[in-house]
Structures are given as structure tokens and as C-alpha cells.
């Protein structure tokens, strides 16, 4: 599939930097094209520049002429081989994506890309480092495809970079159009992030604390850091009042126990407040509904276990208790046990009446039975969500994972109600 943005004379640009070593780059820009031309200007990784002439072939380079944001005209390389990486070929210049109206992020192979919501006009907005199976995780093996939009739809939040013990992840912020890439944060592993229903601020768990900042990264601030594992974090529809997920573990002589609490706290008055507590592994990310009426929170649940990777059990002690989706009410605090059959939330309903569950069953939020959605058409297993297109219509991606056949990658439209299925792409 071809993208529509590409390199050519009127087209706005921004420097890139393709290597995953380097952590910025200068680019020259020379007043001929190739090797020797006289430099006449700098352009910074994330500057803007206008092609007005070009490509040109030098030196066994293509060449693009160009306009800086302070008028310079001059030449600037389009990539370069890099010896030291197996002569991978690195860009410097990414075309700004030309398409309008509201879009789709999600990721394929190794890069960020946007499309219409019927998978049409596809851009390549950036490169992405980070292994498929930790973005945007609170677990080690969590979801792909984990981008947050803001509200109005001009950015995204993605993490990049390896995660590990130095915590040496980055939060970015990305508009969409690929314009303008912004590092919120710096040396540290984000397991979540959230907008404000308002757009004003993003709230982050970092493991050691929840934070929030400006859009900008600016204005950083802590609201929890105790001795505990913050790991998810979500905004009510007032934008001041934040819920978020503490785990605890201690060990005994049999192994370790794990507990998640749940709080809720008001940005600007305080009034911390505790939800909940609960021994399920929310191995599903927990959910607010739309009115900010209610959580819910699946996983497993267990007393003790004898083994962990990262925040994940990998051996259990004890026998599973069971599998169990709870909704909590947000005003009373009070839980309703939901379902224990399942654990794997997807998302809420638009309208906020239930939430989809394991990939093909719709679970009522009044704690009713779960509704089957009989599929019209093969749907292949391992999608992801990435959005609702209507009420009752959701799309998800297939393009990265584990024994996935090509032929299944492309973006898949699924309702709800009458269980039909479309490809889009």
C-alpha cells in the first residue's frame, strides 16, 4: 500500500532522524547539491522545510532543494546508508501528511501510520523502535497498536525506546499529521497515559508515581509516589478528577501476594479516595465509561503466587481462583461482579451500556448476560482495536504479530449488533 506522502517539489517536510543510536541530527543545508556544495544553512532534527526543486543525483545521493523557515534556499541529502547498521538506509526528510478529516493511528511493522477511516489514503508518520508487544503496556505482554488520540484529534501519545530497569522509554507526543515530533518525557518507562476529557493536561503512570503534565510536557507534577507499582491512570468527564491503580506485593513463606487498589482524587481540591481493593491481576486494562459513571476491571484472580516477570505472574503457587469482569460504581464505590466468565475487556460501548469482551461477546453493563456477535464473515483472531467509527460499529487492525498471515493485515469493520463484517483495507 503506497503512501500519500511523499517527497516532492511543494511538499512540506520535516528533518528526521532514522537511527535508532543517534539521539539527534544536524542536517546541512549546502547551496549546491552533493558533497561539496558550500553550506548555507542548518536544519535541526523536527524543522520544517519547503521542497522547491529537486531531486537531483550526486555523489550516489538524491538531493532536494529546499526552503527554510528563515527563507534560505539551498540542498539538502534525502538519506543516507549507514555502514554501522548493516547499510540500513536512513531518511532525513519526512513528507508532512497531506490528507484532512478525522484519522485513524495504529502501527505497521515498524512504523506509525495514519489513515481515513475506511483504511484509505495511508501516511508513514514516523519510525517506532519499541517492540510491538510493550506499547503502552501496564503488563510486559500487553496490546500493540496503543495510541492515544487527544480529544480534538490533532495528536497522538506513544511511547518509544526499550523498556528495562534504567527505564529509558520516552512519551511522545505526535501531531497527526506527522509535523511536529515532541519527547514529553525523558529516561523513563510510562506505562500509561491519559488526556483530560478537556485536552489541558495528560495524566501518566510511571511505575514509581502518577504524574500529570501540560500537552506540552510542561508544568510536571506528582499526585501519588508511595512504596507501590503504579501502573494505569484515567480521567472523569470533569477533567479534575483522575482514577488510577496501585499495586502492592509482599512476600509470605508461601510466595508473593499481589493487590491492586483503586483511587480517585481531584486535581485541584484533593480529597484522595479509595475505590477499591482487589486480588484480580488486571490483566485487561481497566476502563472508565464514557459518563464517568463507571470502572470496570478484568483479570485473574489468584491468592499467591511464586514467580513474576515484571508486574506479570508466570507460575502460579496457589489454584487460579477464576476469571472475573467487576464493575464498579464511581459514586458509591459499590462492585458488581459482573461476569465470570471473562477477563479480556476491549473497550466500553459508545453509549456506555456494556463493554466488548474476548474479541466476540458484548457484556451489559447492569451485570446481564453477555450477548454472542455471530460474525457474518471470517474475522481474523489477532486484531486490535483502534476505535469506533459509529454507536455500534468498531474497527480493528491486523498487521503485527506472532503467526499472522498477510493476507489477514488490513483494517476490519465490525458491527456489534448484526455481527457484519468489511474489510476496509
Keep these: 500500500i503506497a503512501a500519500i506522502n511523499v517527497l516532492e517539489v511543494g511538499a512540506q517536510v520535516r528533518v528526521l532522524n532514522d537511527d535508532p543510536d543517534s539521539e539527534t541530527i544536524t542536517l546541512t543545508v549546502r547551496a549546491e547539491p552533493g558533497r561539496n556544495g558550500a553550506p548555507a544553512a542548518q536544519a535541526l532534527e523536527g524543522d520544517l522545510l ?99 488520540p487527544s480529544p480534538d484529534g490533532e495528536y497522538v501519545l506513544y511511547t518509544d525506546g526499550m523498556y528495562g530497569a534504567e527505564g529509558n522509554s520516552t512519551l511522545y507526543r505526535l501531531n497527526r499529521d506527522g509535523s511536529e515530533r515532541l519527547a514529553l518525557t525523558d529516561n523513563m518507562n510510562v506505562y500509561w497515559a491519559a488526556w483530560s476529557p478537556d485536552g489541558q493536561r495528560i495524566a501518566i503512570a510511571n511505575g514509581q508515581q502518577i504524574a500529570m503534565m501540560r500537552p506540552d510536557g510542561s508544568s510536571y507534577g506528582v499526585l501519588a509516589q508511595e512504596g507501590a507499582i503504579y501502573s494505569w491512570v484515567g480521567w472523569l468527564p470533569d477533567s479534575e478528577t483522575i482514577v488510577y491503580a496501585e499495586q502492592s506485593r509482599w512476600q509470605d513463606q508461601m510466595g508473593t501476594a499481589i493487590e491492586y487498589a483503586f483511587y480517585r482524587i481531584n486535581i485541584l481540591e484533593g480529597g484522595l479516595r479509595e475505590i477499591l481493593r482487589t486480588m484480580l491481576d488486571i490483566s485487561s486494562n481497566p476502563q472508565i465509561s464514557p459518563d464517568g459513571s463507571t470502572l470496570a476491571i478484568g483479570g485473574l484472580e489468584y491468592s499467591l503466587i511464586d514467580g513474576m516477570s515484571g508486574n506479570t505472574p508466570v507460575q502460579f503457587y496457589d489454584e487460579v481462583l477464576g476469571v472475573v469482569i467487576q464493575f464498579i460504581d464511581l459514586e458509591t464505590d459499590e462492585l458488581v461482579v459482573a461476569s465470570d466468565e471473562f477477563f479480556y475487556i476491549t473497550t466500553w460501548l459508545p453509549n456506555g451500556r456494556g463493554i466488548l469482551v474476548s474479541d466476540s461477546y458484548v457484556l451489559p453493563a447492569n451485570g446481564g448476560a453477555p450477548s454472542v456477535i455471530e460474525f457474518s464473515d471470517d474475522l481474523p483472531e489477532a486484531w486490535n482495536f483502534i476505535g469506533w467509527e459509529s454507536d455500534t460499529v468498531f474497527l480493528g487492525y491486523v498487521g503485527y504479530g506472532f503467526e499472522i498471515e498477510p493476507d489477514d493485515y488490513g483494517i476490519w469493520a465490525v458491527d456489534v449488533t448484526t455481527g457484519q463484517v468489511e474489510r476496509r483495507m
Excluded at 52 to 57: A, D, F, K, V
Excluded at 122 to 127: A, E, K, M, T
Design 50 to 148: 519547503i521542497i522547491i526543486g529537486g531531486p537531483e543525483e550526486v555523489d550516489g545521493l538524491r538531493w532536494w532543494q529546499v526552503e527554510t523557515a528563515g527563507g534560505t534556499e539551498g540542498w539538502v541529502v534525502e538519506g543516507l546508508v549507514n555502514a554501522d547498521r548493516d547499510d540500513a538506509y536512513e531518511r532525513t526528510l519526512l513528507a508532512v501528511c497531506p490528507a484532512e478529516g478525522e484519522r485513524l493511528t495504529l502501527r505497521f511493522g515498524d512504523y506509525i501510520v495514519t489513515t481515513g477511516l475506511d483504511g484509505s489514503d495511508p501516511c508513514v508518520l514516523d519510525y517506532i523502535s519499541v517492540s510491538a508487544w510493550t506499547t503502552f503496556s501496564h503488563t510486559t505482554f500487553g496490546f500493540d497498536n496503543r495510541f492515544v
